[in-house]
């Protein structure tokens, strides 16, 4: 049996656009909390420092940090206090990705 690599695994995985798609929403949190954490560490401050220069709790901080975005208006809020915003927008997928997303989304 050939060993895979995790790379190789990956690039099997997003063959499925269910997967694909959740993995990309994740690439794109991602960008996001390296963006707060390198305005962090830029600054010297801790989480808590920075919830209260944003008006936010720290544990606001902590979860946005491990890609929890319960939150878009507390999100917002600490994104707008560093000096950048969020842009969201919704995209209609083709009909062959909504048809296999379905699928996927139904064996579950």
């Known amino acids: 049996m050939k060993e895979r690599t995790v790379n190789e695994h990956l690039q099997e995985k997003l063959k499925d656009p269910y997967f694909k798609e959740l993995y990309e929403l994740e690439q794109q949190k991602y960008s996001i909390v390296r963006k707060i954490i ?10 808590t ?3 209260k220069e944003a008006g ?4 606001h901080i902590s979860k946005i940090e491990n ?9 917002e809020k600490v994104l707008l206090h560093i000096g950048m ?21 139904a064996a579950v």
């Open 38 to 47: 390198d305005y962090r560490i830029k600054k010297g401050i801790t989480q």
């Open 49 to 51: 420092d920075l919830a």
């Open 56 to 59: 936010v709790s720290q544990q």
């Open 67 to 75: 890609g929890e975005f319960s939150s878009i208006v507390t999100l």
């Open 85 to 105: 915003t969020v842009r969201m927008k919704v995209v209609e997928l083709n009909a062959t990705v909504k048809r296999q997303i379905k699928k996927a989304m």
